[in-house]
């Protein structure tokens, strides 16, 4: 399999490759160059399948010509295996033919952990074979940094620095990180926000002098392999439902773009989806495009469901890719304008043709709020308040009582408390099982001012499994 850039002007990629990649070098993004298509027959075969097995089955065209299938295979049981649910994806019915697909049983209790357990297997598996190390370097603002550094904590040629902005993220959040230890892992409290932290990241990878040759890696969500994992648990969702004799549509809370893209894709790939909805907060510029045709940047507002409060959609360029004829050139157009502080429409048409899978809601903290509460009411589930605008989205959206609604279950309850007790559920919600002695847990993390050379000297101080570069 091939990879190209969204902007058409960087080499194409083998899968090995664009998994170690960032950005293209033409600042575009990585889809592959064909993308694999199955039919009915095949994808009904696979129902009742164990998670890892159909996630082989679905993965497979993505990853050959670099990884073999038998350990491509014993990679996925690994990973899918630390999920502590048996069913990894289990399906949780709210109401007539409404289902929440519940994505949080992984070791940090949101979806990402689909992802970033495997990205690190991945990593290590490619790095081993080619005898380098390399250093990743992410700032998050919650999930991304836990999901990262569990999905890291065992890789031998991995060294993983998260920052993160100092005494701004909640104490679950912070403490899933820094309890976490390892030679490889390091936690920098920056003394900042966040912007601060993703600023340092975007000009570590502009200039990577510090790294002495090693080579710098991305964990955001613009790493295709991330993408790549994500699209199994539409197909897992479906299969379960009826699927691929009879659609289903999905209803995904949205920030940068990368989990409903993967929806988009398992719909090209042949599983019958027939509505996809893009579920957002206050932080509404997704669904100012799909309702009114208008991409344009607005200021950030923090919300109960802070890993959705973004003001650009990073992924939203995959799909604009697909929306002009996989045209190059007419993106970097876009993206250009947009640079430059303009927004931008796109043809009616285009969009007219995007309108048909996907709709779109933006929900309020009230109405996240409310929604939570409505359905501890009816039927005792505590919702976190990304899943809530999930839910509130696919009530308001939906097309067809017929047809099965899902929606992302994109993380437990507990990492939210805030929004739970501002919904008034008289629930107190307990730690699962591997972390219920979270808040006695040693912490470990190191306080840098907000200052790159600082970052950047602490990273080549210990970027080698501890040791200098
Ligand atoms: C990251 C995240 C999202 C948003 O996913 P995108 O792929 O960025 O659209 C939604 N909910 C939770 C809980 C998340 O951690």
Redesign the pocket.
């Known amino acids: 399999m091939r990879y190209i850039s969204t902007r058409g002007q960087a080499p194409a990629l083998n899968f090995e490759d664009v998994l170690l990649a960032g950005l293209a070098s033409d600042g575009g993004l990585y889809v592959p160059e064909n993308l694999p298509r199955f039919t009915q027959e095949e994808i009904a075969s696979w129902a009742g399948l164990p998670y890892h097995e159909l996630a082989f089955r679905v993965m497979r065209p993505f990853v050959t010509g670099s990884i073999p299938d038998s350990d491509f295979k014993k990679i996925l049981e690994e990973t899918y295996g630390v999920f502590a649910h048996s069913a990894v994806a289990p399906l949780r019915q709210l109401n007539g033919n409404e289902w929440v697909l519940e994505l949080f049983h992984g070791p940090t209790l ?3 952990d689909f992802a970033l357990q495997l990205l690190g297997r991945l990593l290590d598996y490619v790095l081993a074979k080619r005898g380098e190390r390399v250093v990743i370097i992410g700032a998050t603002s ?3 940094g836990s999901a990262a550094i569990e999905g890291c904590r065992r890789c031998d040629n991995v060294d993983i620095f998260i920052l993160h902005p100092n005494n701004r993220v909640s104490e679950v959040q912070r403490r899933q990180m820094t309890t976490i230890f390892g030679e490889n892992i390091h936690n920098i409290a920056v003394e900042g926000n966040f912007d601060d932290c993703q600023e340092m990241v975007k000009n570590s990878f502009a200039d990577q002098g510090f790294l002495k040759g090693t080579r710098l890696v991305a964990v955001n ?1 613009i790493n295709w392999a991330r993408i790549m994992a994500q699209i199994v648990y539409y197909f897992h969702a479906a299969l379960q439902l009826g699927g691929p004799a009879r659609s289903v549509a999905f209803s995904v ?8 893209f993967a929806g988009y894709l398992a719909r090209n790939m042949g599983l019958p989806i027939s509505q996809l909805i893009v579920a957002t907060n206050r932080n509404d510029i997704l669904h100012r495009f799909m309702s009114g045709n208008q991409y344009v940047k607005e200021t950030l507002h923090a919300t109960l ?1 802070p ?2 409060d973004i003001m650009v959609s990073s ?1 939203f360029e995959r799909l604009l890719f697909d929306m002009h004829g996989r045209n190059g050139a007419a993106i970097a157009g876009l993206m250009d304008t947009f640079k430059q502080g303009g927004g931008f429409s796109v043809e009616d048409d285009r969009w007219n043709e995007t309108r048909k899978l996907f709709d779109s809601l933006a929900v309020s903290d009230e109405q996240t709020c409310e929604t939570i509460a409505e359905v501890f009411a009816a039927t005792g589930e505590v919702l ?1 308040p ?1 899943t809530a605008i999930g839910v509130k989205a696919a009530r308001a959206c939906r097309r067809s009582l017929d047809t099965p609604m899902v929606v992302l279950g ?2 437990h309850p507990v990492k939210f408390p805030e929004a739970v007790e501002k919904a008034g559920v008289g629930k107190a919600l307990e730690l699962p099982a591997h972390l219920s002695d979270l808040f006695e847990r040693e912490e470990r993390c190191t306080v840098l001012p907000n200052d790159l050379k600082a970052i950047q000297a602490f990273v080549s101080q210990h970027g080698n499994r501890g040791k200098p570069l």
């Not at 809370?253 to 409903?260: E, K, V």
């Open positions: 949101a979806f990402k919650g999930d991304t969500s809370p949205t920030g940068n773009f990368g989990d409903i469901s890993s959705m992924n976190d990304h994109t993380a």
